[in-house]
């Protein structure tokens, strides 16, 4: 097919689709149309609304707020201690098998080559919570949990405003 302006003497001429490929053969990308250049403009979610922060980066945010607070009321004693989370603890499957609860968070402590490490499970700890609020108070249970498992001392006097929720 061609179109031509007589007054600038400008053609057009539509490509022939290459022999072997049909819509079907292309990808998504390829196929759809995307009339006048209005494509995808810009993010989809702004970083000012709720939505955009994942569920995973809000449970990373509740733990280091749990570690900040601990670490403001205590100091040097939590000084090189790190903070992990993972998605479920190491042995699930055995743990499920056996009919054992799984741990929502545990202490390992410090070797000659790193310091102590406090990790919270993440799935575990959501599947225990009904709410974001929930989710919260749990997480910084087990942070001050753990950290007295590590200083040695009762929880309830590691923090005033602990206590225990499940």
């Given at each position: 097919?061609?179109?031509?302006?007589?007054?600038?003497?400008?053609?057009?001429?539509?490509?022939?689709?290459?022999a072997g490929t049909s819509a079907a053969g292309r990808g998504f990308r390829q196929r759809r149309r995307?009339?006048?250049?209005?494509?995808?403009?810009?993010?989809?979610?702004?970083?000012?609304?709720p939505g955009y922060r994942t569920r995973s980066d809000r449970f990373d945010d509740f733990v280091l707020d749990s570690a900040q607070r601990l670490h403001d009321i205590w100091g040097k004693p939590l000084d090189g201690v790190r903070f992990a989370v993972e998605e479920i603890p190491p042995r699930l499957e055995q743990l499920v098998a056996d009919g054992t609860p799984a741990p929502l968070g545990a202490y390992t402590p410090a070797t000659a080559d790193e310091g102590p490490v406090i990790t919270l499970y993440?799935?575990?700890v959501e599947q225990a919570c009904g709410?974001?609020?929930?989710?919260?108070?749990?997480?910084?249970?087990?942070?001050?949990?753990?950290?007295?498992?590590?200083?040695?001392v009762p929880p309830e006097s590691l923090d005033p405003v602990y206590r225990r929720r499940y």
């Open positions: 097919m061609q179109s031509s302006h007589q007054d600038s003497g400008f053609t057009v001429r539509l490509a022939e689709p290459a995307n009339r006048h250049g209005r494509g995808l403009r810009g993010e989809l979610m702004l970083p000012t609304l993440r799935r575990v709410s974001r609020e929930e989710i919260q108070d749990l997480v910084h249970d087990v942070v001050v949990e753990r950290t007295a498992e590590m200083l040695g």
